[in-house]
C-alpha cells in the first residue's frame, strides 16, 4: 500500500518564525488533506489539497502530486499553532492512509 | 451548527461488559469513519461506511462492531471490551465523491479506559 512519511517529526520553534512541513507519499493519490490536532486532542481540517496551491491566512499548503510530495507552510508562528500536524492521503481503493505526524512546539 | 458528536466522551468499564460509543453528524455526510489513537501509533482506522448499509474493514477492526442503518448514525460496539482497547477514539464523516472522502470533519473524541 501507499506509505505517507511526514518529516520533520518534531521541530520547536520561537513565536514568529516560519515553518515548513513535508509530506511524501510512495504512489499516485486522489486526495490529500492536512490536519491539525491541538494540545487538547481537537483534529481540525486544515486544506484540502490533492493538487495545487491554497491559502488560509497564515498558513498555506502546496501539493506537486507528479513528484509525491505536499507541503504545510506556516508562517509567523503562535503558540497556538502548537500541536501535530497529519498529511492524510487517499488511494485509488479509496482507503485513507494516515502519516505519523509532526509535533511542533511553538515557544512564547 | 455542523458538527460531528460523539458520546460518552469519557468512559471507564471493565473487561467484558458491552459498551458503545455513539456517532451522530448533522451535515447529510455519505461517509463515516471511526479511528483509535494510541501513543506512538497514530491514528489507525478501525471501520468505515461509504453510505447507509454500507461497512467495511479497517486496519484494526478486531474486537469491534459498527452499523450503519440511517444516514447520521454509526455506532462503534465492543462486544466484549479488553484492555488492550483502552484507546482514544474519534469519529469522523465527510461528503463522499469520486476522489473517495472529502474534507474530513472530526468528533472530539471518546477517551476509553478499560480496566
Known amino acids: 500500500g501507499i506509505q505517507v512519511e511526514q518529516s520533520p517529526p518534531d521541530l520547536i520553534l520561537q513565536e514568529g518564525a516560519n515553518s515548513t512541513l513535508r509530506c511524501n507519499f510512495s504512489d499516485s493519490v486522489n486526495n490529500l488533506q492536512w490536519f491539525h490536532q491541538n494540545p487538547w486532542g481537537q483534529l481540525i481540517n486544515l486544506f484540502y489539497?490533492?493538487?495545487?496551491?491554497k491559502q488560509n491566512g497564515r498558513l498555506s499548503a502546496t501539493t506537486v502530486a507528479t513528484e509525491r510530495y505536499s507541503l504545510l507552510y506556516i508562517s509567523s508562528s503562535q503558540t497556538t499553532d502548537s500541536g501535530v500536524y497529519f498529511c492524510v492521503v487517499g488511494d485509488s481503493n479509496y482507503q485513507l492512509i494516515w502519516g505519523a505526524g509532526t509535533k511542533l512546539i511553538i515557544k512564547p | 451548527e455542523a458538527q460531528v458528536t460523539q458520546n460518552p466522551r469519557y468512559l471507564i468499564t471493565v473487561t467484558g461488559k458491552k459498551l458503545t460509543v455513539t456517532c451522530s453528524q448533522n451535515?447529510?455526510?455519505?461517509?463515516m469513519s471511526w479511528y483509535r489513537q494510541d501513543p506512538g501509533l497514530g491514528l489507525r482506522q478501525i471501520y468505515y461506511s461509504m453510505n447507509v448499509e454500507v461497512t467495511d474493514k479497517g486496519d484494526v477492526p478486531e474486537g469491534y462492531k459498527v452499523s450503519r442503518k440511517e444516514k447520521r448514525n454509526f455506532p462503534l460496539i465492543l462486544e466484549s471490551p479488553s484492555p488492550n482497547q483502552t484507546s482514544l477514539y474519534f469519529c469522523?464523516?465527510?461528503?463522499?465523491?469520486?476522489?473517495?472522502?472529502?474534507?474530513?470533519?472530526f468528533g472530539a473524541g471518546s477517551r476509553l479506559t478499560v480496566l
Open positions: 469522523a464523516s465527510s461528503f463522499f465523491g469520486r476522489a473517495g472522502a472529502n474534507v474530513l470533519t
Open positions: 451535515m447529510n455526510h455519505e461517509y
Open positions: 489539497i490533492p493538487s495545487g496551491t
